[in-house]
């Protein structure tokens, strides 16, 4: 692998020049994704023989071939949007205008716990800036940990800049704190001792491994694991149980964000009961991840309304895009700009039923305006070369934030082809994230995770 010019000469000529972010992504093929180093991690460090086959076998894409480079001033804005919309919901004014508009459920007193795994998804590039959604039970950490392994760099002054392993090791004893965190908070004094992770169908599950790590990563550290269906779980005598054994805390997973499936019944009457700690719970869900949250946070008047201070307001005008609810009333003029908007579902997940508006029909158009949506201004994604071809493949970029109690504990990339990411490009899947910094003398990647 022949060095790239902008990563080979660590003496950039100028902050213009090739140390810049997009020249970075554009033109820096120096690292890449080491499938030895990810093997090695999988089975020898981690301990879960048989499981790179697995997911070479089901999910083939999960992982892209490069790093992404981002600005250590995008990524400080980053961290101060975060911080900017916690401080939002933690206003009582926020939080009963947005849960008396919730599922009954939403407004269960939780117990305690705030909720594992938020992820703040942005678009960040040279043309543009903006948080597009949040999730309540964002995928990818554990994966991403492991990623954080098995990078390998073409020379040694690129080795400089590889994280070190001790920084994936940190986040995960970040990720089994946070859990402890979680059970603590809920009032329970003597030790956490069995999660149990939690969704439907969750061999057939796409992130399916992923369940697996955590699974090891839990009984590493001495607390007992199960991965289960919510139909696989029994309450009797204020124990919530999973083949005789009691579970403390459900680590959930579950799409059915308020708990109304049937399947969903029992882990329902568990969490009313206050028989287990729920994380994430359908509190956390109406407070972050309904779309309709975006259009309350980005309208300048609603929350000067609510007390939200001037410096805070200016903060979220200028890191969401401008969202509103799709209503009939505004039918004809969002139809007229539709080329610069993307349609959301308002209780939607993982890109699904969301479109951009210049690829829109009639008749998904009056289905949208059917529904329940919010119209989000477009806002470009990042762009990466991977390199893989001549001339170099070039795949979009957004950039997961992981949140747990006001702090960012890691950052990572999805890289995509297509409206929105899916894990189906070749070379794409979710990137390392490296903060690049750089003067007019030098520039420097360290890595992005805290």
Known sequence: MTPSPSCSNRQATTADDAGSIEALNQDCFCISLDRDALRVALESEIGQPG?????????????ATRPVFVSRAHMARMADVVHAVESVVAMPAYRAEVLCRSAP???????????????????VAASGFGLIEINTNAGGAMLNSLLARAQRACCPAIDDLMP?????????????????????????????????IVDESPKQQYLYPEFLLFQ?????????????????????????????????LVYNRLTDFSLDAPASATLRDAYLERAVVLTPHP???????????LALLCDEDRLAAL???RATRELLLSGIPHTELVEPVHAQRLWRERRHLFFKPA??????AAYRGDKLTRRVWEEILAGSYVAQALVAPGDRATGEQAPPQT???????????????WVAARLYQGQTTNFRTPGGGFAPVYEAVHDADSFACAASQK
């Open 51 to 63: 499981l790179f086959d697995l997911m070479q076998e089901r999910c083939p894409h999960l992982f």
């Open 307 to 309: 007390g939200v201070p």
């Open 216 to 248: 090891q990563l839990f009984q590493r550290h001495g607390l007992d694991a199960v991965i289960a269906a919510p139909s696989e779980f029994e309450l009797r005598g204020g124990v919530l149980r999973h083949d005789g054994i009691a579970v403390d």
């Open 164 to 196: 070190p392993a001790v920084s994936a090791n940190a986040f995960d004893e970040g990720i089994v704190s946070m859990f402890r965190k979680e059970w603590a908070l809920s009032g329970h004094e003597r030790p956490l001792r069995c999660i149990a």
């Open 347 to 352: 209780a939607g997940f993982g890109s699904r």
């Open 105 to 123: 459920i939403a407004r269960h007193d939780p117990g305690g716990a705030r909720g594992v795994f938020l992820g703040y998804d942005f678009h």
């Open 395 to 409: 795949l979009k970029f957004d950039l997961r934030n992981y949140v747990y109690a006001d702090a960012v504990q």
């Open 283 to 293: 509190q956390a869900h109406a407070l972050y991840a309904d779309k309709r949250n």
